[in-house]
């Protein structure tokens, strides 16, 4: 099945163009004229590759990049822009995304494009096991001793807030008072906030003993989102 990519660009013109260029390599391009359309267009299908122009409108690429890899850790995101700029080269690094200048005119896009669709398929992120949602209010919670959010919850895993200055242990117990539970947590992903001086875990929750999984899922039943 050919790969499907998602293009998100606000220039009609150079949306249409680079949807051609990338059909004509046979590839299936569904594409986005702003942000708030990738975002509903990300959460409808499963993408091979996200390419998305830096500017769009009131927000930008790197934002959009952010969001998807909450659900989608390990996808390709090429970040496509005018001019260079390093700084943005450098915020886009830790998301794993690459940056292209004038994708229609540099010899190095299409080649970029078939190697980021060559990498082994991943296995899917264990945190998108279960439906998550989105807490109304960040619960309070601590890893070590040290204070952290909740930002998204589920029976099976769990989106953190830490503190930019703490360490984000590969396996963690996650002391929560609201549950009235110590939930074991391993490390899927990481990213930095695009709002704030926090880094985000995403986390799959070990199995718990029967009664404090009672409590667990009650709790999450019950959290407001």
């Not at 499907?4 to 046979?26: A, C, K, M, P």
């Not at 010899?107 to 398929?121: D, K, W």
């Not at 204070?147 to 703490?166: E, T």
Request: net charge negative.
């Amino acid at each position: 099945m050919p790969a499907l990519i998602v293009l998100v660009d606000v220039d009609r013109t150079q949306r249409q163009r680079l949807d051609r260029l990338l059909s004509e390599q046979g590839y299936l391009v569904a594409t986005a004229h702003s942000f708030h359309r990738a975002k509903e267009l990300l959460d409808s299908v499963n993408p091979d590759l996200l390419i998305t122009a830096v500017r769009l409108d009131a927000f930008n690429g790197l934002q959009l990049a952010v969001r998807t890899r909450l659900g989608r850790a390990r996808l390709p995101i090429i970040l496509t822009d005018a001019a260079l700029d390093p700084i943005l080269e450098a915020e886009a690094m830790p998301q794993g995304a690459t940056l292209v200048i004038n994708p229609l005119e540099n010899p190095e896009f299409l080649p970029g494009v078939h190697a980021a669709l060559r990498q082994p398929e991943p296995a899917p992120s264990p945190i998108r096991r279960w439906y998550r949602k989105r807490v109304r209010e960040a619960v309070d919670a601590r890893v070590a001793s040290a204070p952290v959010k909740i930002l998204d919850i589920s029976h099976g895993g769990v989106r953190l807030a830490f503190d930019d200055q703490q360490e984000v242990p590969a396996v963690f117990e996650v002391e929560v008072p609201a549950a009235r539970v110590t939930i074991r947590a391993q490390r899927v992903w990481t990213a930095q906030s695009p709002t704030s001086h926090e880094v985000w875990c995403g986390a799959e929750i070990g199995e718990l003993p029967p009664i404090d999984f009672d409590h667990w899922q009650d709790f999450v039943d019950s959290v407001q989102h």
